[in-house]
């Protein structure tokens, strides 16, 4: 087991490594940019190494500056959680070059399922759904409406020089494909000097459901089960939870199995992140690969018990994984809102200062996953979560319940937080129906 | 000094000395002086160390080895930030931190054996080399960016430093 690791990040998820350290009695090296120098949650680490500048790009990501840390502060394994220098890889290569154990998969199996087409050819390999289309340009109206036939409508024609939404036109049937084809392709000339144009089936309204997976090093890999993380505004995730509500218990089954195929094909070890989206009529389809811990972690902390840092740091130590397939639970429903400091009068701009007030909810099933307190100084230069409400109830009407309850004791002062947004969620039918997909927030909820 | 504490007697507050080192890190002391009839205890805080010194009428190689329960609770651990007094005196007194702008080992020297780039009194322009920072076996030649005469060096070749720690003190 290590005996001293670097955790290269900030703010909670360096907490939560913090707190899952100091519980296995591995001593920690924490780093900070100069705007989190002094933070209270440094207090908790054995070391804590100043890196660079508040900007991120002089610190939290100039590889040579962590590992010169983790060189001065004798580390033996680096975190990196999430964001920054976790998915580089890189910043993974250069740890090992230095004999430092890097906590998450190879490098390798890293670049093989970062790219998008290697990601999908692996997902081929292993058969798990992707989203259906034509495999190259259409060539012809003809080939056109075979292709649509074949994936059925809706269908939706890209734009192969588009990007960002741009060069995108539904079509739902024969008669709209044909005019729709001819429109794209004078559209995408004009707009981006290439008519080429392909098709995919359109996914209307889809849930976006993602299955946590483990792999150890000697080749056993399993799931913990799935989340659903379909609230989101502008592809950020406000809520997430487990297990997935609505979905048939097959589905449930046949998507984390998906998971574990896919990853056991890629030859990817530690923690990761399998997404799909579902469409409604629970057909899943595989979008890409997370290789990394996330955010929402501890929402299958709760269902399942399992420590999920502490495992990869086992993992990565080169212990075996605990458990097999079948002793993995998925016990009652936990949801986990993210609490970020942003004024949603404001078109959700961004609200630093400093916490003049905090009072946080607590009792039965609720966690607070934070690194603030009161005094506590927000800055503008990092992202604006400044935590994580995680509940966990027997059912999801009982965890509806408890969020409500949690929310409604919150307190916080001196600057704006997303709670009243959370708080409109939770009561909105759909979501308490369980009838939440991607486009909700933006196109229901949110429209004046 | 005095004789040692037979085992077993007088016992050592833990408790106590935890909750003095707390206090001082939460109010900022750096120096407490507690006296009780026969039992003193003096504690003092530096910029990077908690230094104390015996009650007394304990032996002193009872604390020699800075005890575990001190060294845990100090809020300073080995490659801290600066503390806030040094910076504060500096700029006070009308002198600049020359600071690392980057993290590493430090030398003041080329090589062993070779005479340091600097010493206290050298008279320094922007582009002088002061030392050297090695990270990831590559030695950075650390300029002065400064003009002026080097009053004090605050750390020692073999020192660990990280980004933004006060090198050397410079009159400008």
Same mark, same amino acid.
Not at chain 1, 305 to 325: F, M, N, S, Y
Not at chain 2, 67 to 80: K, N, T, Y
């Given at each position: 087991?290590?005996?001293?690791?670097?955790?290269?990040?900030?703010?909670?998820?360096?907490?939560?490594?913090?707190?899952?350290?100091?519980?296995?009695?591995?001593?920690?090296?924490?780093?900070?940019?100069?705007?989190?120098?002094?933070?209270?949650?440094?207090?908790?680490?054995?070391?804590?190494?100043?890196?660079?500048?508040?900007?991120?790009?002089?610190?939290?990501?100039?590889?040579? +500056?962590?590992?010169?840390?983790?060189?001065?502060?004798?580390?033996?394994?680096?975190?990196?959680?999430?964001?920054?220098?976790?998915?580089?890889?890189?910043?993974?290569?250069?740890?090992?070059?230095?004999?430092?154990?890097?906590?998450?998969?190879?490098?390798?199996?890293?670049?093989?399922?970062?790219?998008?087409?290697?990601?999908?050819?692996?997902?081929?390999?292993?058969?798990? +759904?992707?989203?259906?289309?034509?495999?190259?340009?259409?060539?012809?109206?003809?080939?056109?409406?075979?292709?649509?036939?074949?994936?059925?409508?809706?269908?939706?024609?890209?734009?192969?020089?588009?990007?960002?939404?741009?060069?995108?036109?539904?079509?739902?049937?024969?008669?709209?494909?044909?005019?729709?084809?001819?429109?794209?392709?004078?559209?995408?000339?004009?707009?981006?000097?290439?008519?080429?144009?392909?098709?995919?089936?359109?996914?209307?309204?889809?849930?976006?459901?993602?299955?946590?997976?483990?792999?150890?090093?000697?080749?056993?890999?399993?799931?913990?089960?799935?989340?659903?993380?379909?609230?989101?505004?502008?592809?950020?995730?406000?809520?997430?939870?487990?297990?997935?509500?609505?979905?048939?218990?097959?589905?449930?089954?046949?998507?984390?199995?998906?998971?574990?195929?896919?990853?056991?094909?890629?030859?990817?070890?530690?923690?990761?992140?399998?997404?799909?989206?579902?469409?409604?009529?629970?057909?899943?389809?595989?979008?890409?690969?997370?290789?990394?811990?996330?955010?929402?972690?501890?929402?299958?902390?709760?269902?399942?018990?399992?420590?999920?840092?502490?495992?990869?740091?086992?993992?990565?130590?080169?212990?075996?994984?605990?458990?097999?397939?079948?002793?993995?639970?998925?016990?009652?429903?936990?949801?986990?809102?993210?609490?970020?400091?942003?004024?949603?009068?404001?078109?959700?701009?961004?609200?630093?200062?400093?916490?003049?007030?905090?009072?946080?909810?607590?009792?039965?099933?609720?966690?607070?996953?934070?690194?603030?307190?009161?005094?506590?100084?927000?800055?503008?230069?990092?992202?604006?979560?400044?935590?994580?409400?995680?509940?966990?109830?027997?059912?999801?009407?009982?965890?509806?319940?408890?969020?409500?309850?949690?929310?409604?004791?919150?307190?916080?002062?001196?600057?704006?937080?997303?709670?009243?947004?959370?708080?409109?969620?939770?009561? +909105?039918?759909?979501?308490?129906?369980?009838?939440?997909?991607?486009?909700?927030?933006?196109?229901?909820?949110?429209?004046? | 000094?005095?004789?040692?504490?037979?085992?077993?007697?007088?016992?050592?507050?833990?408790?106590?000395?935890?909750?003095?080192?707390?206090?001082?890190?939460?109010?900022?002391?750096?120096?407490?002086?507690?006296?009780?009839?026969?039992?003193?205890?003096?504690?003092?805080?530096?910029?990077?160390?908690?230094?104390?010194?015996?009650?007394?009428?304990?032996?002193?190689?009872?604390?020699?080895?800075?005890?575990?329960?001190?060294?845990?609770?100090?809020?300073?651990?080995?490659?801290?930030?600066?503390?806030?007094?040094?910076?504060?005196?500096?700029?006070?007194?009308?002198?600049?931190?020359?600071?690392?702008?980057?993290?590493?080992?430090?030398?003041?020297?080329?090589?062993?054996?070779?005479?340091?780039?600097?010493?206290?009194?050298?008279?320094?322009?922007?582009?002088?080399?002061?030392?050297?920072?090695?990270?990831?076996?590559?030695?950075?030649?650390?300029?002065?960016?400064?003009?002026?005469?080097?009053?004090?060096?605050?750390?020692?070749?073999?020192?660990?430093?990280?980004?933004?720690?006060?090198?050397?003190?410079?009159?400008?």
């Amino acid at each position: 087991m290590f005996q001293r690791i670097l955790i290269a990040n900030r703010g909670e998820i360096a907490l939560r490594i913090l707190r899952a350290c100091r519980e296995m009695g591995i001593e920690t090296v924490a780093v900070c940019s100069e705007a989190d120098r002094g933070a209270d949650y440094l207090k908790l680490a054995s070391e804590a190494i100043c890196v660079g500048p508040a900007q991120a790009a002089g610190s939290y990501l100039l590889i040579k +500056n962590i590992i010169s840390a983790a060189e001065i502060g004798n580390v033996q394994a680096i975190h990196p959680g999430y964001g920054f220098l976790s998915e580089n890889e890189h910043f993974a290569e250069v740890c090992h070059s230095c004999n430092i154990d890097f906590i998450g998969p190879s490098p390798e199996a890293m670049g093989k399922l970062g790219d998008k087409v290697t990601a999908k050819e692996i997902a081929k390999q292993a058969k798990v +759904n992707l989203v259906p289309g034509s495999e190259g340009l259409i060539e012809s109206e003809e080939a056109a409406l075979a292709i649509a036939a074949k994936i059925g409508y809706p269908v939706l024609i890209k734009a192969t020089a588009g990007g960002g939404g741009k060069g995108m036109r539904v079509a739902r049937n024969d008669i709209s494909l044909k005019t729709g084809l001819k429109q794209a392709a004078v559209e995408a000339e004009k707009a981006f000097n290439n008519a080429g144009v392909y098709l995919e089936k359109y996914i209307e309204n889809p849930r976006h459901v993602e299955v946590q997976i483990i792999a150890d090093l000697h080749g056993e890999v399993v799931h913990l089960w799935e989340r659903d993380c379909s609230t989101q505004r502008r592809h950020q995730k406000l809520i997430e939870e487990s297990p997935a509500p609505n979905l048939p218990q097959s589905v449930r089954e046949d998507i984390c199995k998906a998971a574990v195929r896919l990853i056991k094909s890629a030859n990817y070890t530690n923690a990761g992140t399998v997404e799909f989206i579902v469409d409604k009529d629970n057909q899943f389809y595989f979008i890409e690969v997370n290789a990394r811990i996330q955010v929402e972690h501890p929402v299958t902390e709760m269902v399942t018990g399992i420590d999920l840092i502490q495992q990869q740091i086992r993992v990565a130590a080169g212990e075996p994984l605990p458990w097999k397939q079948r002793a993995i639970p998925c016990n009652g429903h936990a949801i986990e809102v993210r609490i970020n400091a942003e004024d949603p009068e404001n078109d959700f701009r961004g609200s630093p200062g400093r916490i003049t007030k905090l009072r946080v909810p607590g009792g039965n099933g609720v966690r607070w996953d934070s690194h603030v307190h009161e005094g506590y100084v927000v800055g503008p230069y990092y992202d604006s979560m400044i935590g994580k409400l995680i509940v966990h109830k027997p059912s999801r009407p009982e965890a509806i319940a408890c969020m409500k309850r949690c929310l409604d004791e919150f307190v916080v002062e001196g600057i704006k937080t997303t709670i009243p947004l959370l708080k409109r969620i939770l009561n +909105n039918s759909a979501f308490v129906e369980g009838r939440m997909d991607t486009t909700f927030i933006e196109q229901k909820l949110l429209v004046k | 000094m005095s004789d040692s504490v037979p085992p077993g007697d007088a016992p050592f507050d833990l408790d106590k000395l935890k909750q003095l080192v707390e206090m001082m890190e939460s109010h900022g002391l750096t120096e407490v002086n507690l006296r009780r009839g026969d039992e003193q205890w003096r504690l003092r805080r530096g910029p990077r160390e908690v230094i104390h010194a015996a009650p007394a009428q304990y032996a002193p190689q009872q604390f020699a080895p800075a005890p575990a329960p001190v060294a845990a609770h100090a809020p300073a651990p080995a490659v801290a930030p600066a503390a806030a007094a040094p910076a504060a005196t500096a700029e006070a007194s009308g002198l600049i931190d020359i600071k690392s702008p980057t993290v590493g080992t430090f030398y003041a020297a080329p090589s062993p054996g070779e005479p340091p780039f600097v010493s206290v009194g050298s008279v320094v322009t922007p582009e002088t080399i002061v030392c050297l920072i090695e990270a990831m076996k590559v030695f950075n030649q650390i300029p002065a960016e400064v003009s002026g005469t080097i009053t004090a060096i605050l750390v020692k070749s073999g020192d660990a430093v990280e980004f933004g720690q006060p090198l050397f003190r410079v009159k400008p």
